[in-house]
């Protein structure tokens, strides 16, 4: 998606934190969203985020809103094996209810 | 399982002929997106219903592409006359109306390859 940046590629290992990062354009956007798809499988919601937050926390997850910049990050404490995927940040206005994805990053975590 | 379903998941065929995808969303959901996702892209959206109606199509779903979704239940996307380039993988996804996170509920797709 155009309108939804990202990076394409993170490696870290085991035990570290990861950061994800995005950007967007539209101003208005409402709901912002990380997905995972792990290979052959299909993309599953890991969290959201509304415009009029700044953060939310969710176990070993944290999502940082800055919507002055229109940045919204994703930090994976403590990261596992397990946690290799791509991971997709998506906006949607609250007029619109189709999601826009960015083009994912690719979370590679080496032992 | 009461997840999204899509059938077939693979299918090859040569170019210029029609290929049919179906998608069976979660029974309670009633709207329903396709998107395409080539190598190395995120998800595009192609279209999308509430209930049997069609709400919005994008530009990237030229003419030979069409999506029915009958009785506001399951929905077909129909590629007329295939060519390369429509060689992706077609995904899938239901929600509910103004659900409180607007999640989407993915299939695991149906991967096309135009020969």
């Known amino acids: 998606g155009e309108d939804v940046e990202q990076s394409l590629f993170l490696s870290v290992r085991e035990g570290d934190s990861s950061v994800i990062n995005c950007t967007y354009t539209d101003s208005s956007s409402t709901y912002l969203y990380w997905y995972k798809q792990e290979p052959g499988a299909g993309l599953q919601l890991l969290t959201y985020i509304f415009s009029n937050m700044d953060m939310k926390q969710d176990q070993r997850l944290t999502v940082l809103l800055n919507k002055k910049d229109k940045h919204l990050s994703l930090r994976i404490a403590d990261t596992q094996t397990g946690d290799s995927a791509i991971y997709f940040c998506a906006e949607m206005t609250g007029g619109s209810y189709i999601p826009t994805f960015g083009r994912g990053t690719s979370l590679i975590v080496h032992p | 399982d009461t997840g999204v379903s899509q059938n077939p998941r693979h299918k090859i065929t040569k170019r210029g002929q029609n290929v049919t995808f179906r998608c069976d969303p979660i029974s309670e959901h009633n709207r329903l997106y ?7 892209q995120g998800p595009e959206f192609l279209t999308y219903f509430q209930n049997e ?11 030979r592409f069409s999506a029915e979704r009958p009785k506001g239940s399951f929905s077909t996307l129909e ?4 060519e390369q380039g429509d060689s992706a993988m077609y995904l899938c996804a239901s929600s509910l109306p103004r659900g409180a996170t607007g999640e989407l509920f993915f299939g695991e797709g149906s991967r096309l390859t135009v020969l």
């Open chain 2, 79 to 82: 590629i007329q006359r295939t």
């Open chain 2, 53 to 63: 109606a069609q709400l919005e199509k994008s530009r990237l779903l030229s003419d």
């Open chain 2, 34 to 40: 396709w998107y395409r996702q080539t190598l190395g």
